[in-house]
């Protein structure tokens, strides 16, 4: 759970050199699980203190962030990239530090980011379709479970066509899923009655992920709908190797926690880091023949 004043335990009795605030969506998934764990491993190694508030603008935590005293600030921003940049640029007007993880709300951001870079992971997704034969017809699958990829989608979107090339027969389709866990499910059952013509599945989300492989095999549609998975849950693998999930993208939350924890420290302490820290995105899956 989210909330002002949740702080994550030191290791040692040596007092905190800093305290960092946290600001993450509203998504209690195993990505962000992830991130936070990542995180406590990194304020141990550096001895700092952490506090974990909501980006919500309704419960107004990032808007009060630059009154509270804290020596920096790491942000997952989401959804509504002008709200995050006023209230960051007023943080920063306040020399407090700041990182962002997991999404730049701009191309020219003077904010260090950490995160997966979403033109490559476009691209690894790209260059695993082109070794499928015959038509490709792929839609992704974005949800409001997985943030990030949502507002870069078209970073994605562009890595994913450069990729393919000639081999895409239409344009790439946009499916969306809310936070609702049968909305993957309901896709998977919908697409001989609403998008006859699709027949790969790009999922942004584990959840996801795993529920629309179930619901695959439910309908009996292996191997007629390809599905590429997001995440790196025991049972999506088990999927990948019984043929069901083609492959999965598997990005690193708990790296991308460790490193902005890292980032934050150098720039409170030295004044300096890194303006960018790409934690990499693997495509996992089966070789193709």
Sequence with gaps: MLGLGLREPLTDSESPRYHFSVYLPDTDNSFFASIKKGMGKGAAEYHVALSYHSITPEKLELQYASYTGVDGIIVCPYLDDAFAKVQIERI?????PVVLIN????????WPYVGPNSFDMGKKIGSRLRTIDGPLIPAIVYSEKSPGIYVERELVEMGLTLAVGNRLSYPVYRLYTSTNPLDAEQIVYRL???YPSINILIFTDARDTIAAAQALIDMNLVGKIRIIGFGDEEAIFDFV????IEATIVINPEKIGYEAIRSLYELKSGGYTSTSVDTGIELVGGARK
């Design 92 to 96: 920063s007007n306040r020399a407090i």
């Design 103 to 110: 999404h730049m709300i701009a191309p020219d951001q003077p």
């Design 192 to 194: 001989s009655r609403e």
């Design 241 to 244: 190797q019984k043929g069901v």
